[in-house]
């Protein structure tokens, strides 16, 4: 799954994708590069975002949605409004990822059941703006399973099939260094859940606070090397900036593993 944000203040790419058409382009530039899935967002979930009003997500994901899925790309909508979830998927995205896993919007579960959209429910603990504060866990792995298993029972519950149902474990959402790892070390027993497990590991911050305090750019070494711990362990759907590096690293891994 490549990333596409649509945003002027993304922790990854600082609004270089905010026009449409650059958007467009970079969104057609990593599906040539192997991207599966485009995830287009417009609104940013980094620590300390401030959240968007829907109407302004609105505007700037729908001329990507519809360009990309005009030329046949999969495309996912990276939002947690309702409203923006209906447009998105009235202009072609076939997929919902939504960081508070229909949590957030109370309109979210219903237009999730609406139609025949896949969904990513991911773990957070609070919201965007405050969850770096001062996160804290019991037993994190434990406690984001439950969580993520009692939000599958959710949308069970008004007709959503296993089948159309994804979960992210949510690294860096409500979480500190050490939490990442236990979940990073833990990511086997997700697939206990019965659905694909996607993971978000691309250029987060844990990586540079385990290593020298590198910058976002310089965060790729890091990122295929959680990656690679993410697909030992069964993981389904690798979210990443850096398609083709990613992709490289994943055809490398799968060699190796068939001729064990």
């Known amino acids: 799954m490549g990333i596409v944000n649509v945003t002027p203040n993304s922790f990854s790419d600082?609004?270089?994708?905010?026009?449409?058409d650059a958007a467009i382009a970079h969104g057609r530039l990593l599906a040539s590069q192997g991207a599966d899935i485009i995830d287009v967002g417009g609104e940013s979930t980094r620590p300390?975002?401030?959240?968007?009003?829907?109407?302004?997500?609105i505007a700037r994901v729908l001329p990507v949605v519809r360009a990309l899925t005009a030329d046949g790309i999969c495309v996912s909508i990276d939002t947690r409004n309702a409203a923006t979830m209906r447009a998105a998927l009235a202009a072609g995205a076939s997929i919902i990822n939504d960081v508070t896993a229909l949590t957030r919007d109370p309109e979210a579960l219903a237009v999730a059941a609406s139609g025949q959209a896949s969904i990513i429910l991911m773990h957070i603990q609070g919201e965007p703006g405050t969850m770096q504060e001062a996160p804290n866990y019991h037993d994190a792995p434990s406690e984001v399973y439950e969580w993520l298993s009692k939000r599958i029972s959710a949308c069970r519950r008004v007709g959503i099939p296993l089948e159309r149902i994804c979960v992210d474990p949510g690294i860096g959402f409500g979480k500190n260094v050490t939490h990442n790892c236990q979940?990073?070390?833990?990511?086997?027993?997700?697939?206990?859940?019965?659905?694909p497990v996607l993971l978000g590991v691309s250029r987060k911050n844990f990586i540079a606070a385990l290593s020298q305090g590198e910058s976002v750019e310089q965060r790729l070494p890091g990122s295929l090397a959680a990656a690679m711990v993410g697909l030992a362990a069964g993981v389904q759907i690798l979210r990443v900036h850096d398609i083709a590096e990613t992709a490289q690293a994943v055809a490398v891994w799968r060699a190796i593993q068939d001729n064990k």
Request: aromatic letters at 6%; a negative charge.
């Open 14 to 20: 600082g609004g270089r994708f905010l026009a449409a």
């Open 183 to 195: 979940i990073l070390a833990s990511l086997e027993r997700y697939q206990i859940l019965g659905v």
């Open 48 to 57: 300390g975002a401030e959240a968007v009003d829907p109407a302004e997500e």
